[in-house]
């Protein structure tokens, strides 16, 4: 058996009951966190919590080289764990895949994702959200500025009234980075500010899942000049406001009164 494990949103606790007693049973435990990572949480406070080893993989060791895995999952009950939900923006559906095709059997215990909580925290309605995009470091996508997909997505979901998650670019064990790096959301904004528009609403999250989760609405070019604090952030471009979105992020999010009758359907 393989059974991809999601750990939730900030820190070992996070991690749901039926994930953490699959944890238990496991003969042994990988993880990534590559693609998203548990801000209050290392992997010696998971170690601890569910008292076992856990085996880190990176990219290349899970989408090149996953035979530790499968043979893990072949010969006894592996767990593959990650940071939200295993199967939300991920590609380990190929990993899965691959499982099943030995002969494997597998399951999904979920867990809190950054879109969900998105939703939750800002007020937003979780079914006007449309297409999702990531926004990538400049150096990290060979050009200046933001890619003409991220712009297109944008403004693609703002022509049907949507919402648009913008997930945030992380590097982990980059060879261009000293240690791991994570966009801030200000520097989100200030990106979609100078080369899209400046005035547009954005809202931030921050620390999804925290105790100290933020959240604030306002003009791109003001949240360009906001400190959000710790990792990890999210950014979302909202489309048309329903009256109790709006009242949302005027409550929840100190959203200006005059930016919001802007977007109010």
């Not at 007693?21 to 496991?26: K, L, Y």
Request: glycine fraction near 8%; aromatic fraction near 6%.
């Amino acid at each position: 058996m393989l059974t991809f494990v999601g750990l939730g949103l900030y820190d070992e606790r996070s991690v749901t009951v039926a994930g953490a007693d699959a944890v238990a049973d496991a003969d042994r435990a990988f993880a990534e966190f590559y693609t998203s990572k548990l801000v209050g949480a290392d992997v010696a406070d998971l170690e601890a919590y569910h008292g076992t080893d856990i085996e880190v993989r990176d990219r290349a060791g899970v989408e090149q080289d996953p035979e530790p895995i499968l043979s893990a999952a072949e010969s006894g009950d592996a767990v593959f764990l990650t940071a939200g939900d295993t199967m939300i923006s991920t590609t380990h559906v190929d990993l899965r895949l691959r499982a099943e095709e030995r002969g494997v059997d597998t399951r999904v215990i979920h867990a809190p994702t950054a879109e969900s909580a998105a939703s939750s925290l800002t007020g937003l309605q979780n079914y006007r959200f449309g297409k999702a995009t990531t926004l990538p470091f400049e150096w990290a996508h060979g050009a200046d500025g933001v890619p003409s997909s991220v712009v297109e997505t944008v403004e693609a979901n703002r022509e049907r009234g949507l919402h648009t998650l913008c997930y945030l670019d992380i590097k982990v064990d980059h060879p261009r980075v000293d240690g791991d790096e994570y966009m801030t959301a200000s520097h989100a904004a200030g990106l979609l500010a100078e080369h899209w528009d400046a005035d547009a609403l954005g809202v931030v999250v921050a620390r999804a899942g925290a105790p100290d989760a933020r959240v604030r609405a306002d003009r791109l070019g003001a949240l360009a000049e906001v400190d959000f604090g710790d990792p990890l952030h999210l950014l979302v471009v909202p489309g048309d406001l329903h009256h109790v979105e709006a009242d949302a992020l005027a409550g929840l999010a100190d959203a200006p009164a005059d930016v919001l009758d802007e977007y109010r359907d």
